[in-house]
């Protein structure tokens, strides 16, 4: 069994800056890749960061610039830190993680439980 606990969201001013935390457990192998979605109310949930195990790092346009998306390996850990914040950043985000098993040795793909970041005017 495998968990992906997120946490570090909340309410923050336009300019502002917060940092997300996730943190995977369980029957893990090794993490191919961890990433960060984010849904914003009535619209699809979208890819904002992700982080391949080598380091090798991609940006939704959209927060390029503004964020960054680090892993410590040893501790199967994602951290995205959030700068420059504004409204439109405003929504539920989700960590995700590509996870080889432990025990199965096959490559799953696991979800946080979302934390929302509101970023007020």
């Known amino acids: 069994q495998v968990q992906l606990v997120e946490s570090g969201g909340g309410l923050v001013q336009t300019g502002g800056s917060l940092r997300l935390s996730c943190a995977a457990s369980?029957?893990?192998?090794?993490?191919?890749?961890m990433a960060w979605y984010r849904q914003a109310p009535g619209k699809q949930r979208e890819l904002v960061a992700a982080?391949?195990?080598?380091?090798?790092?991609n940006y939704a346009d959209s927060v390029k610039g503004r964020f960054r998306i680090s892993r410590d390996n040893a501790q199967n850990t994602a951290y995205l830190q959030m700068n420059s914040l504004k409204p439109e950043d405003t929504a539920v985000y989700y960590c995700?993680?590509?996870?080889?098993?432990?025990?199965?040795?096959?490559?799953?793909?696991?979800w946080g439980q979302g934390t929302q970041v509101t970023v007020s005017s």
């Open positions: 995700n993680a590509e996870i080889i098993g432990q025990v199965t040795r096959w490559v799953d793909d696991y």
């Open positions: 369980g029957s893990i192998f090794s993490i191919n890749a």
């Open positions: 982080i391949r195990s080598g380091g090798n790092t």
